[in-house]
T-cell receptor, first 112, second 114 residues
């Protein structure tokens, strides 16, 4: 089955700890994205990558970091510098120069 | 900066009713518009993508229309069912550069009552 997987589904961390969220796709898509979703707000773009070893900041990149060492993988690290990390995180991918984005099931991160 | 607005924020209808969800955007220079469905606690499921050159796109009981000049799109759901209950989101690519970044509306929460 082709698709996007995110793990874990739920993640709990103490304040001050870094945490890495996994995103893997087997759709052979070049572009991958990370969004954050908060209650009452639209999805906001954190980072995106159009090609391996290249990525760009989105609208709310502060306190986050990413890597793109493989085409199928785009992990997101939420660092201790992110002031309000508790949120629902969604990963997506699309064909480069195509437009339809496909989303994973999401990871709900709770930081206390 | 592109802004996307969805009205109404919430909608409750009886089963079998036809309904329309609205999406408006401020910058009409878009390549396409995408409609998604999101169930509680889940990721987004792509429903329809309508290209800027198209006026309509249909999939089963769903029909999306696009009027670029007025900055509006509608999602029509025919013969609604309880299983249609979800949040519906529309999104457009950012204008003036990369078409890979989507701007989302805040969604319409649809409840279809049996």
């Amino acid at each position: 089955d082709g698709g996007i997987t995110q793990s874990p589904k739920y993640l709990f961390r103490k304040e001050g700890q870094n945490v890495t969220l996994s995103c893997e796709q087997n759709l052979n898509h070049d572009a991958m994205y990370w969004y954050r979703q908060d209650p009452g707000q639209g999805l906001r773009l954190i980072y995106y990558s159009q090609i391996v070893n290249d990525f760009q900041k989105g609208d709310i990149a502060e306190g986050y970091s990413v890597s793109r060492e493989k085409k199928e993988s785009f992990p997101l690290t939420v660092t201790s510098a992110q002031k309000n990390p508790t949120a629902f995180y969604l990963c997506a991918s699309s064909i480069l120069r195509g437009y339809e984005q496909y989303f994973g099931p999401g990871t709900r991160l709770t930081v206390t | 900066k592109q802004e996307v607005t969805q009205i109404p924020a919430a909608l409750s209808v009886p089963e079998g009713e036809n309904l329309v969800l609205n999406c408006s955007f401020t910058d009409s220079a878009i390549y396409n518009l995408q409609w998604f469905r999101q169930d509680p606690g889940k990721g987004l499921t792509s429903l329809l993508l309508i290209q800027s050159s198209q006026r309509e796109q249909t999939s089963g009981r769903l029909n999306a229309s696009l009027d670029k000049s007025s900055g509006r799109s509608t999602l029509y759901i025919a013969a609604s069912q309880p299983g249609d209950s979800a949040t519906y989101l529309c999104a457009v690519p950012n204008s003036g550069g990369s078409n890979y970044k989507l701007t989302f509306g805040k969604g319409t929460l649809l409840t279809v009552n049996p």
